[in-house]
């Protein structure tokens, strides 16, 4: 840092081009081990912390990435001159071009807020977080929906979520919007809907018990089961947000028709367009991640109204499809189903499936690679040898034992000896 010094500095200037800003900030990242060094050089933190108001993205996300690391390694040092100052000149622009640099403010707050308690504690101190809840108040509807967005990141954590619904009372008066008839409802409507899945993620019994308006309102959006229509895509997502863990998996069973909410998802998969197949994939994946007869029923809905009729088969073509985002989607039901008794059991029964995985030739993304690694070793992690044995035979268990060890990249090498013609 002290040979460098100037250079980094350099490299930060107004005239600096781009790519070079965007390498110094990497470069930047990584001296977590030279943080007093770095408080010394007020003119870098400077430059540095500037950057996260600059019209480049890329540019705009290593800044972010810079100031968490700082905010991780020594918390004191973002509320401190010359990094605190600079963003609080940000966030007091009041011109329309600066709103986004100022969501972009929010948004560093929000993710240090969610590091800990006490780095909490501090933003609400600063008061930037009640500037936050005014936005979800704002008549911008951008704006609002921004703000939403925001809290909702804040409500995944259980600092934030104590924050939003005992400190804050925020989720009591956006209930209230639950019911507003107006016309811009629908717009709004999707980011309140999603505001509160981030609040049931921590705690669904009681979001759920607490907010009916909530339950009534994802109940009339999933009448509409067209993946076209913007409301029922939010209440679906929204309940995935939801089925992310297990207690948010038994509140919905315990609120909600489960199989009726997954048999126009499951169509959504089978026939949707690309991005709300792999969307509802995803979703659907998380609504099965369990070990009970009672997802392994949820499952079979996938089967449901199909040619074949049966759900890993359905599953078996889905992976086989020539995209890398169908397939990782895919790959994630798999990879979840491939974790529980019944899932290798599905797996099992249908034919050329386990050979279909083991095969190294099948799947040439390095993503899909990955996961196939790891539903084999999901599967061997299952059950017991003997058993393992008895489902699928003695030759695919040694084959997935070897795959496992010889990781997801291996390519058999193979000796071939050139004769030379006399």
Known sequence: MYRYADSIQSGLS???HIQIKILVLITLQQMENEIPLLMSKTSILSLATSTIAHPNLSLAKETMKFLLMLSAEKQEIIFSPPIYPILMEILDDSTKSNVIYQLRVYDFFVKVSSMSQELLNRVVETGILNSLLKMAYSEDILVKLNGLELLGDLARTSQGYQFIVKDSGISSKL??????????????????????GNLAYIDPNIVLLNHPKFINTLNCGLKFADSNNPTYRACIETLGIIAKTQDGRNAIDDKFNVVAILQPLTLDIRNGKSDVRAISMEIFADFVNSGSSVQRNWFMTLGENSTDNSAGQVLFQMIKLPFEELQGAAYSILWTISQYEWGVHVISECPGFIEYILNRESGNFKVIKERKCDVIANILKSSDSNNLVNIFGTPNVIKMKQYVRDGPFYIRTEVNVAYEDA
Not at 175 to 196: Q, T
């Open 14 to 16: 107004k005239d600096a």
């Open 175 to 196: 209930d209230e919007l639950l019911d507003v008839d107006n016309a811009l409802c629908d717009i709004v409507l999707p980011g309140i809907l999603k505001f509160f």
